[in-house]
């Protein structure tokens, strides 16, 4: 089982993070990688780029010598209404949005408050890919998490970096939010996380974890550059004829 796109991609504009796009772009044509999503953190972050890093990504390429670039953001859920540190009509610039929890920005709480704040922000409209919601800092009701994720076409991400380096102990947690979406009937997607090029496109052990639960994998969206884009545009973005040339 091989996946060749990746939605979830941070760069030197997240100065925690170790990679230029150019990295990217050769690790991409190396590993056979056909679209990748650059998803640095959103502003409220202390280390994240400027809010016009997101706006200006519109003179990024939409396809590099093969290789598909999304524009997006990783966004922060800010509270519990579920707002984020992007708005209004920026995001319509943006081929991708995820938003997950960061400490610096949502310090942990309660279940009740961590599942509210995830509800709010999939009801919103704004997100298309809930990042790393497992992770076990932020405990949720993950059958009500997934349950509104399907119903508000939403994804949930099982994050292979939360099983080598980030969010220890979230093992448990994404084996459940995998068997939830799989009942709800909603997608999820793979991502790296990566903050570093090498890691772009390894979803080893998130794979382990899917074939564990038998995830069908036709609602595991980066499955193919096809099946993320037509998500996308189910979604309301623009502009995503341009990787035609990619499908």
């Not at 400027?50 to 999304?70: C, D, E, K, Q, T």
């Not at 704004?126 to 497992?134: L, R």
């Not at 998490?145 to 970096?161: D, M, P, R, T």
């Not at 939360?162 to 969010?167: G, K």
């Amino acid at each position: 089982m091989k996946f060749f796109v990746d939605v979830h991609v941070h760069t030197i504009a997240s100065t925690h993070a170790y990679s230029t796009v150019h990295d990217y772009l050769a690790i991409a044509r190396e590993k056979g990688i056909k679209l990748f999503a650059i998803t640095d953190h959103g502003p409220d972050m202390a280390d994240a780029p400027h809010f016009w890093h997101f706006v200006n990504m519109r003179v990024l390429p939409r396809i590099v010598n093969g290789v598909g670039v999304l524009r997006g953001i990783e966004a922060n859920i800010k509270n519990e209404n579920g707002d984020i540190d992007f708005f209004g009509g920026y995001l319509d610039e943006l081929d991708i949005v995820l938003a997950g929890f960061h400490e610096p920005v949502f310090p942990p709480s309660t279940e009740a408050i961590h599942t509210k704040a995830l509800v709010n922000c999939i009801e919103s409209g704004k997100v298309d890919i809930i990042s790393h919601p497992g992770n076990p800092a932020y405990p949720i009701d993950i059958k009500r998490v997934a349950e509104a994720a399907a119903a508000h076409n939403v994804a949930l991400e099982i994050n292979n970096s939360s099983f080598l380096t980030s969010r220890q102990g979230s093992l448990k947690n994404c084996m459940a939010i995998a068997q939830a979406v799989k009942e709800a009937g909603g997608y999820l997607v793979l991502g790296s996380d990566s903050h570093v090029a090498f890691s772009l496109g390894g979803f080893d052990k998130a794979i382990e974890l899917i074939q564990e639960v038998d995830f069908p994998i036709e609602r595991i969206l980066n499955r193919s550059p096809k099946a993320l884009l037509e998500f996308l545009t189910s979604r309301g973005h623009k502009g995503l004829e341009h990787y035609a040339g990619i499908i």
